[in-house]
């Protein structure tokens, strides 16, 4: 066998939880560890090691990834209730990817993967579709009254020097609700660079959709803020890369991405960016075929399945039973996050094998090989369906022929 890809600079490595913490391992034992000298920073973000740091082990990761610029992340849980009692917790600990995206103020790009056999409900959608949302404020950081009779509703603005501004909401003449929010220009900068850096990444065209017919000043302000930006920053590099940014209406971007061949980024507020993510990955077929990555404004990422920890399976698992999880998006993390580090370390090696155990996986599937979850949803006849480390098995020899 040719010998192990070297590399320079070590990703952070962030396990996790339950099903994906056995699939974690199966990854890099089977596909990574024998083809790639792998040099990781490695934090344990798994339920019980973040318990028994009190969470700094999650702050110390994303502390980490500011360092080092690249991320791999195993999905976690995201403790409720149930799960205090279950582990046993000293407090009900935040979502790690909450914290995360806040330490990174981030914003989080969700790519179906595209395979053969797995065909979108929408017929013209030949090419992925990202969907960048703002994680950051509107109704998610809202206030709402209950306005429980006759009475005036305003909309005031005190500043430090104690000065006020006044706008009437609305004359009440009987029962009714009110809703405040807010944004800031430093949120939606952020946001704005964090997608044209990607755009410029991926390659890809950018669309960036509000109301600001409606909203003349709320989201008008996000438009303007996309537009000075890409203006003074953007506009040159977007040229050289022969890629476009387009701004339009929210409901003319919905009508034209039905009717669209995909290839481009979509970015959304953060109501429209929840809305819109699901539909988009439902119309794709599998949330196991979903990759996720957190890009901050300084350009720094964090490469993760969109999907869960994937419990009932676990629970199988623990009883012995089989399983057959899929582990595509979380070999596509691990394989974003070393391209990524590649590109960053110009080690054009990495880059390659990145791109080749990301064809030997498609290789496998379109083969007829695949887990449970894409043999009820796949249009090929004839497949083999493989437990959780049958599937990693093979993709290794896919790759294995291919090197
Ligand atoms: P989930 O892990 O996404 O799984 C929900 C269901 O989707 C599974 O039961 C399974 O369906 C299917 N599924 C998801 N991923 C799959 C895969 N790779 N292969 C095959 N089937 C897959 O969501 P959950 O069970 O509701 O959540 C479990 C834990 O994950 C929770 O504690 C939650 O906090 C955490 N979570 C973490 C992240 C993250 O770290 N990014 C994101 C979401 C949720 P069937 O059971 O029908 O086979
Ligand atoms: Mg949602």
């Known amino acids: ?84 009692k279950e582990y046993n917790l000293k407090e009900m600990w935040k979502s790690p990817n909450g914290t995360i995206r806040a330490m990174l103020d981030g914003t989080v790009f969700r790519a179906p993967i595209i395979v053969k056999g797995i ?67 430093a949120s ?31 989201d008008h302000r996000f438009k303007d803020i996309f537009q000075e930006i890409f203006d003074k920053e953007y506009k040159e590099k977007f040229e050289q890369a022969g890629i476009t940014y387009f701004y339009t209406l929210i409901d003319d971007a919905v009508a034209r991405v039905m009717k669209a061949k995909g290839g481009f980024i979509w970015a959304c507020k953060n109501y429209d960016g929840d809305v819109m993510s699901d539909m988009v990955s439902s119309a794709f ?16 990422y964090e490469y993760e ?39 960053m370390d110009e080690i054009p090696q990495l880059c390659v094998f990145a791109d080749k155990l990301e064809a030997a996986t498609l290789g496998t599937i379109e083969s007829g090989k695949m887990t449970k979850d894409l043999a009820l949803i796949t249009s090929l006849k004839d497949v083999t369906v493989l437990n959780s480390e049958e599937f990693i098995k093979e993709i290794r020899k896919t790759l294995e022929a291919m090197l």
């Open 285 to 300: 077929g599998s949330l196991a075929m979903m990759t996720s990555v957190l890009v901050s404004p300084s350009g720094v």
């Open 1 to 84: 066998m040719a010998e192990k890809i070297l590399m320079k600079t070590p990703l952070v490595e962030m396990d996790g939880d339950e099903m994906t913490r056995i699939l974690w391992k199966m990854i890099k034992e089977e596909l990574l560890l024998p083809f790639i000298d792998l040099k990781t920073e490695y934090y344990d973000l798994g339920l019980e090691y973040r318990n028994e740091t009190d969470d700094q082990v999650t702050k110390d990761s994303a502390i980490a990834t500011m360092k080092y610029g690249v991320a791999v992340k195993c999905a976690t849980i995201t403790p409720n209730a149930a799960r205090v």
């Open 305 to 343: 399945a969109a999907h869960g920890t994937v419990q009932r399976h676990y629970y199988k698992h623990l009883k012995g039973e089989e399983t057959s999880t899929n582990s595509v998006a979380t070999i596509f993390a691990w394989t974003g996050a070393l391209r990524k580090r590649g590109e």
């Open 119 to 185: 065909e979108p409900c929408v017929k013209n959608w030949e090419k992925p579709i990202t969907l960048a949302r703002h994680a950051y404020g509107d109704v998610y950081k809202n206030v709402e009254i209950v306005v429980p009779g006759v009475g005036k509703a305003e909309l005031v603005f005190t500043a430090e020097d104690g000065t006020e501004t006044r706008e009437l909401i609305h004359n009440f003449t009987g029962a009714g609700i009110i809703q405040g929010m807010h944004n800031t220009d």
């Open 188 to 218: 939606i900068s952020s946001f704005a660079h964090s997608c044209f850096k990607y755009a410029l990444d991926t390659k890809q065209d950018l669309w960036f959709s509000t109301k600001d017919t409606i909203s003349k000043k709320y």
